[in-house]
């Protein structure tokens, strides 16, 4: 059994920053990638930002420069800072882990970017 804990998610100004986490625990082999997704009232889910095991990061164009991801191997842990937050960055946040066999989710956390 796989759990990803997530946390950091709050309240903030426009301008203002954020940094989440998520650690895995488990019976976890062969992890592939680790990644943010997010999901607005009324939208679809969508990727927010991915690292592979090797380091290669993918990011949605809405957020490059912005967000940053990265990942503590060693602890299965991946962070997404997200700096400059907007308006429209308000959503549920989930982890998400992928393997050979499967991919699991965090039980998600909310970012509100409210004035």
């Known amino acids: 059994q796989v759990q990803l804990v997530e946390s950091g998610g709050g309240l903030v100004q426009p301008g203002g920053s954020l940094r989440l986490s998520c650690a895995a625990s488990g019976s976890i082999f062969s992890i592939h990638a680790m990644g943010w997704y997010r999901q607005a009232p009324g939208k679809q889910r969508e990727l927010v930002a991915g690292i592979t095991s090797g380091g290669r990061q993918t990011y949605a164009d809405s957020v490059k420069g912005r967000f940053t991801i990265s990942r503590n191997n060693a602890e299965s842990t991946v962070y997404l800072q997200m700096n400059s937050l907007k308006l429209e960055d308000t959503a549920v946040y989930y982890c998400?882990?992928?393997?050979?066999?499967?991919?699991?989710w965090g039980q998600g956390t909310q970012v509100t970017v409210s004035s």
């Open positions: 998400n882990l992928v393997t050979r066999e499967t991919q699991y």
